[in-house]
């Protein structure tokens, strides 16, 4: 049934394992023995609830997600949650402090995903945006995001900030926070106000959601990913929002906060077990059964060895290439992503001979993004070891040449 496939390196959506579309292709026709397809079936059956509850679950046993927060399902993607985490952080900090002439938002800017919700959080206003950090000061070329900062140039100035920012994985620019508390890449969660054990911070894990297990999970407000990475197709958001983030936020706009669309209210889709309206069905189902392969697999324990391995082989053939003055890193060492691998061919026509060299090969959308250019190898959950190293065996080979 998947002959023909190609490797998929896309950034995403991207590659899911052939297994688990095959399993979907029959849940298409008939879902759980339901005689309905799964596209088709009402949300609110008994079938689907049992299964949308099995996928919170999941989620919850592999991440280890604490009773204190909540596991949320919604639409939107990522760029939805650039202005959710906002309105409902927004409108927490009005019922928490209703007095306050000013609020901050702080935002920790690491890449092109990051430096788009700050925009985001300024464009809706209610706050005062804060940028703690702009990794592109301490970049070669002090333009492009090539690496984490030192801890030392962070700069979390307010002590009562409504939200604190930072996004994981930049999947556009190839970086990434370690997921190491000793490594000078890792997020300085030391460095966070210490002065109250509820802070607002807000991650966003689209792009390496369930790769790894997350640090300090119990630590976060919000952490939320698209599906459409390591878990499924687009049209899903999971939210892991910790319970005291699911304010009242009709009561917070009497105290001035912005009037917040109930789709996007914490409080309406928790309250309403994520079924507050017709969810991605779909996109949940896939989800659903390529979560359960990932446990049966070993879970994000599993996936973070397995996505080391690739990554590092891959690293090492850059490295290789950048000796023969073939490849250049886009990335400085120590803060590469794991996920999305980004380089550059050196040379006139060098780029297109490669792109076209692993196209004919059958490995297809390597291609960087269009805003930074170059190649990127996107090495997602579903990207076996395998896969990995044909790309590599390509790599060597074309220094060969
Ligand atoms: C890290 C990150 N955040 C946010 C987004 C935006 O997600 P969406 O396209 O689902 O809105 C993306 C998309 O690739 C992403 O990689």
């Known amino acids: 049934m998947s002959d023909g496939r190609v490797i998929n390196?896309?950034?995403?959506?991207?590659?899911?394992?052939?297994?688990?579309?095959?399993?979907?292709a029959k849940?298409?026709?008939?879902?759980?023995?339901?005689?309905?397809?799964?596209?088709?079936?009402?949300?609110?059956?008994?079938?689907?609830?049992?299964?949308?509850?099995?996928?919170?679950?999941?989620i919850r046993s592999q991440l280890d997600v604490p009773e204190?927060?909540?596991?949320?399902?919604?639409?939107?993607?990522?760029?939805?949650?650039?202005?959710?985490?906002?309105?409902?952080?927004?409108?927490?900090?009005h019922l928490l402090n209703p007095d306050l002439p000013e609020r901050d938002l702080d935002y920790v800017v690491t890449g092109s995903w990051s430096k788009k919700a700050a925009e985001e959080a300024r464009?809706?206003?209610?706050?005062?945006?804060?940028?703690?950090?702009?990794?592109?000061?301490?970049?070669?070329?002090?333009?492009t995001f090539d690496s984490i900062p030192a801890h030392a140039s962070y700069s979390f100035t307010s002590p009562n900030p409504a939200l604190i920012y930072y996004c994981e994985n930049e999947t556009v620019d190839g970086v990434e926070f370690s997921n190491d508390a000793s490594s000078p890449a890792s997020f300085p969660f030391h460095l966070l106000p210490q002065n109250t054990p509820l802070l607002p911070l807000v991650g966003d894990y689209s792009s390496s959601f369930m790769s790894r297990p997350i640090p300090r999970l119990a630590d976060h407000a919000i952490i939320y990913a698209g599906a459409q990475k390591n878990i499924g197709p687009a049209g899903l958001t999971i939210l892991i929002v910790r319970k005291d983030c699911l304010v009242d936020v009709d009561a917070a706009a009497k105290l001035g906060a912005a009037p917040v669309p109930l789709t996007m209210a914490y409080k309406t889709l928790a309250d309403n077990s994520s079924v507050y309206n017709t969810p991605a069905v779909l996109p949940i189902y896939i989800s659903g059964l390529v979560l359960r392969r990932s446990a049966e697999q070993g879970g994000v324990q599993y996936y973070e060895a397995l996505n080391k391995r690739k990554a590092d082989k891959l690293y090492a053939a850059i490295k290789e290439g950048e000796a023969r003055g073939v490849f250049r890193a886009k990335v400085k060492e120590g803060s590469g992503s794991l996920m999305n691998v980004v380089f550059d061919v050196v040379g006139d026509g060098a780029e297109a001979k490669f792109i076209s060299g692993a196209e004919a090969l059958g490995m297809k959308a390597i291609k960087g993004h269009r805003s930074v250019g170059g190649i990127r190898v996107s090495l997602y959950n579903a990207v076996t070891e395998e896969q990995t190293d044909v790309i590599v065996a390509f790599m060597k080979s074309f220094l060969a040449q």
């Not at 390196?9 to 979907?24: K, W």
């Open 9 to 24: 390196f896309g950034a995403g959506p991207s590659a899911l394992p052939a297994s688990v579309l095959e399993e979907a």
């Open 123 to 143: 464009r809706l206003g209610g706050g005062r945006v804060n940028v703690v950090v702009d990794a592109r000061a301490s970049s070669k070329d002090g333009r």
């Open 27 to 58: 849940g298409l026709l008939n879902f759980n023995g339901t005689g309905i397809g799964i596209a088709e079936i009402s949300h609110r059956s008994k079938e689907f609830t049992a299964f949308l509850a099995e996928v919170e679950s999941l």
């Open 68 to 93: 204190t927060h909540s596991i949320l399902f919604t639409q939107g993607g990522g760029s939805a949650q650039f202005s959710a985490v906002v309105l409902n952080l927004l409108a927490r900090h």
